[in-house]
């Protein structure tokens, strides 16, 4: 039996890729509970920043913090907001320097389709494991966190630049030609990244899915907070169950839970 506070799941890339649930004194390496019947029952919650025992609002913080916490500002969804390159500061600008002021790719990724999105160098390929996508290449690679936005507002008129969860779980890995989708949006970037291209190729991920669902159905533990089921799959943060339910792990950061096999 394991317990203690979600956090979104750790990944080794791998193929297939390893998924990892780490809590305070252990953790647990989730393909080992691939085709076993798996128990979760929500315990409690404890925010991920004041570390209290309140109800969690959005993104593992409880409403308080959400508003407060610098890892919520508003930039982290919209990079074109971001002003740490300008010295100014949001809600602190030490923590925004440091995570604003560092490379950032710009990338196309196919999960639900092709869509473009924004991540640091440092998440690569993390943030496209998290994100199911079965397919990334990157377009450009910038030196903040500002340009990044920009680029990816320019793609925007184009693009898509979200994932349909529903799809991203029922998709089976069809592969497009990302190479020439690159190729193609060039003349649409912003002309103060034309300098940052790059020519990577394009990756493939594999996840370790023994059965994609059909039907999908979103398991919320707030409104059932004990759940059994038989694990099918892992894909993005999602588990997979034999009945086409599906648990979004990082949509419960913050929740108290306990999990074992029966």
Same mark, same amino acid.
């Given at each position: 039996?394991?317990?203690?506070?979600?956090?979104?799941?750790?990944?080794?890339?791998?193929?297939?890729?390893?998924?990892?649930?780490?809590?305070?004194?252990?953790?647990?390496?989730?393909?080992?509970?691939?085709?076993?019947?798996?128990?979760?029952?929500?315990?409690?919650?404890?925010?991920?920043?004041?570390?209290?025992?309140?109800?969690?609002?959005?993104?593992?913080?409880?409403?308080?913090?959400?508003?407060?916490?610098?890892?919520?500002?508003?930039?982290?969804?919209?990079?074109?907001?971001?002003?740490?390159?300008?010295?100014?500061?949001?809600?602190?600008?030490?923590?925004?320097?440091?995570?604003?002021?560092?490379?950032?790719?710009?990338?196309?990724?196919?999960?639900?389709?092709?869509?473009?999105?924004?991540?640091?160098?440092?998440?690569?390929?993390?943030?496209?494991?998290?994100?199911?996508?079965?397919?990334?290449?990157?377009?450009?690679?910038?030196?903040?966190?500002?340009?990044?936005?920009?680029?990816?507002?320019?793609?925007?008129?184009?693009?898509?630049?979200?994932?349909?969860?529903?799809?991203?779980? !029922?998709?089976?890995?069809?592969?497009?030609?990302?190479?020439?989708?690159? !190729?193609?949006?060039?003349?649409?970037?912003?002309?103060?990244?034309?300098?940052?291209?790059?020519?990577?190729?394009?990756?493939?991920?594999?996840?370790?899915?023994?059965?994609?669902?059909?039907?999908?159905?979103?398991?919320?533990?707030?409104?059932?907070?004990?759940?059994?089921?038989?694990?099918?799959?892992?894909?993005?943060?999602?588990?997979?169950?034999?009945?086409?339910?599906?648990?979004?792990?990082?949509?419960?950061?913050?929740?108290?839970?306990?999990?074992?096999?029966?």
């Amino acid at each position: 039996m394991f317990q203690g506070v979600l956090t979104k799941m750790r990944t080794e890339w791998n193929s297939p890729i390893n998924y990892y649930l780490l809590f305070q004194d252990s953790f647990l390496h989730v393909n080992t509970l691939l085709e076993k019947k798996i128990q979760i029952t929500l315990t409690g919650y404890e925010c991920l920043s004041c570390h209290k025992a309140n109800e969690i609002f959005r993104q593992g913080f409880c409403k308080s913090c959400f508003f407060e916490t610098p890892s919520a500002g508003e930039w982290i969804m919209k990079p074109e907001l971001s002003k740490a390159h300008l010295g100014i500061e949001d809600r602190d600008l030490a923590f925004e320097q440091q995570v604003q002021l560092q490379p950032h790719v710009v990338y196309f990724a196919v999960s639900s389709g092709l869509k473009v999105g924004v991540t640091r160098k440092t998440q690569v390929p993390t943030r496209w494991i998290d994100q199911g996508a079965h397919q990334a290449l990157p377009v450009v690679e910038v030196p903040n966190r500002y340009l990044a936005g920009i680029t990816e507002v320019a793609l925007k008129e184009y693009y898509n630049d979200k994932t349909n969860w529903r799809i991203m779980l !029922q998709q089976k890995g069809e592969l497009l030609d990302l190479v020439a989708e690159r !190729q193609a949006c060039l003349s649409k970037l912003p002309i103060e990244v034309q300098p940052y291209l790059v020519s990577d190729t394009p990756i493939e991920l594999v996840f370790p899915v023994q059965r994609f669902p059909e039907k999908v159905s979103s398991l919320n533990l707030t409104k059932s907070p004990e759940f059994q089921g038989v694990l099918k799959g892992i894909k993005g943060q999602y588990w997979i169950f034999e009945d086409d339910t599906v648990w979004n792990v990082r949509g419960h950061e913050g929740n108290v839970v306990r999990i074992s096999i029966v």
